[in-house]
């Protein structure tokens, strides 16, 4: 392999290739510098700005420099006219009206852009009737709430107490019972879970629903039926609502709820007997059996 010679008087490839690399490290280098510089001067201009205001954040002189701009901006809206007028209330059939105002903390004359929407929506909530509360303003002077409240479903008896329960089963506090007397009375531990289920079923008759008094939870399995002359109907721990269907089949031909027995004992799925005050208990006929 020939080595190729330089001449001379020519400047070296190398040399010259050296003296670019150098002059580009020197550029380099100032502006590495330079941009040491920006660096430095920037971390101590935002260092003159953030220090005072965190000094100023952990002695509450911001907060409460906000709190007082945000009170002067109320005062010039309700100077003009952005003030609450009226409350409109959709959907409300057993919360207090005055109960609202108290839980809102609201009064006629104050600047409605005041209003947190999300904390008085929350605030209805925890009121005993309220499911779902939802808060609106209508400017300029009009808030509207709607609530959806909740669905009494039966007055729930258990150790001696007396609540009044909604659909889920939920006890709704602090309520005057007398008013929801004519609801059907659940009896046991575990008679919420299953109310809503047995109320579905014994409104299949309007006239049978009318008959019903109380239901006991009988070994947390199923219910007895107190009607109101005192029968009891013992319902089945499956297919309750087949056993209503055949009692109320029976009662069209016979009249047999109005007949002077103790109980109905429908418990077997294949027939039911009639249970006679003195202890002793008749079939009734056999049930159809399914196939």
Not at 32 to 45: A, D, E, M
Request: hydrophobic share 45%; glycine share 8%.
């Amino acid at each position: 392999m020939g080595r190729i010679k330089l001449k001379s008087g020519r400047p070296s490839i190398i040399g010259a290739a050296t003296a670019r690399q150098r002059r580009g490290l020197h550029s380099l280098w100032l502006r590495y510098r330079l941009s040491l510089l920006t660096y430095f001067l920037v971390l101590v201009c935002l260092g003159t700005i953030i220090y005072p205001l965190y000094d100023n954040y952990r002695s509450g002189r911001i907060a409460a420099l906000g709190r007082a701009i945000h009170a002067k901006v109320l005062g010039v809206t309700k100077d003009q006219g952005l003030v609450i007028e009226e409350i409109l209330v959709d959907g409300r059939n057993y919360t207090d009206k005055q109960q609202i105002l108290d839980t809102l903390q609201i009064t006629q004359g104050m600047p409605i852009l005041g209003i947190d929407l999300e904390s008085a929506q929350s605030a209805l909530l925890t009121l005993p009737w309220v499911k779902d509360a939802k808060v609106e303003r209508r400017l300029p002077g009009t808030m509207f709430i709607h609530l959806t409240e909740r669905h009494p479903l039966a007055i729930w008896q258990n150790k001696g107490a007396l609540n009044l329960i909604d659909e889920t089963g939920s006890v709704i506090l602090g309520q005057d019972l007398s008013h929801f007397a004519g609801l059907l009375v659940v009896v046991g531990p575990d008679a919420p879970s299953f109310a809503r289920e047995l109320v579905d079923i014994i409104s299949m008759s309007s006239d049978f629903q009318s008959r019903v008094q109380s239901a006991v939870r009988i070994g947390q399995r199923r219910w007895d039926l107190h009607l109101k002359n005192d029968m009891i109907v013992k319902l089945p721990e499956k297919n309750p609502e087949l056993a209503v269907q055949k009692l109320l089949e029976m009662h069209s031909v016979n009249k047999v709820l109005d007949l002077d027995y103790a109980a109905i004992d429908m418990r077997l799925a294949d027939r039911i007997f009639l249970q006679k005050k003195d202890g002793g208990q008749i079939p009734a006929g056999a049930a159809d059996k399914s196939t």
